[in-house]
Nanobody, 124 residues
């Protein structure tokens, strides 16, 4: 089992940047594919990005492609989400999640482990 704690959220102006971190503890971090998801007020939680166990493959939602970058440092048991060119519509609670599959997926039910989330608010 793995425990996840997100950090790095905050208030930023449109076109600004933030870097989210997700620190893992417990079972060996490199055995999990990792994903980032977000939930905006009044909306369902949605997929943002994923990365395979050793970081060789990444995948992004169309809405963030070219602006967000997911990465991981297995030596530090941490996954990151670099967010650039932020827009007001990126405002949401951002969650990291761990999947026991090698490549993860875009589907929430494939991720049994979740953090508590970190709030990102983008002002116009």
């Amino acid at each position: 089992q793995v425990q996840l704690v997100e950090s790095g959220g905050g208030l930023v102006q449109a076109a600004g940047s933030l870097r989210l971190s997700c620190a893992a503890s417990g079972r060996t971090f490199s055995t999990y594919a990792m994903g980032w998801f977000r939930q905006a007020p009044g909306k369902e939680r949605e997929f943002v990005a994923r990365i395979t166990r050793i970081g060789t493959l990444t995948d992004y939602a169309d809405s963030v492609k070219g602006r967000f970058t997911i990465s991981r440092d297995n030596a530090k048991n941490t996954v990151y989400l670099q967010m650039n060119s932020l827009k007001p519509e990126d405002t949401a609670l951002y969650y990291c999640a761990a999947s026991e599959s090698r490549i993860g997926s875009r589907t929430q039910r494939d991720y049994p482990y979740w953090g508590q989330g970190t709030q990102v608010t983008v002002s116009s």
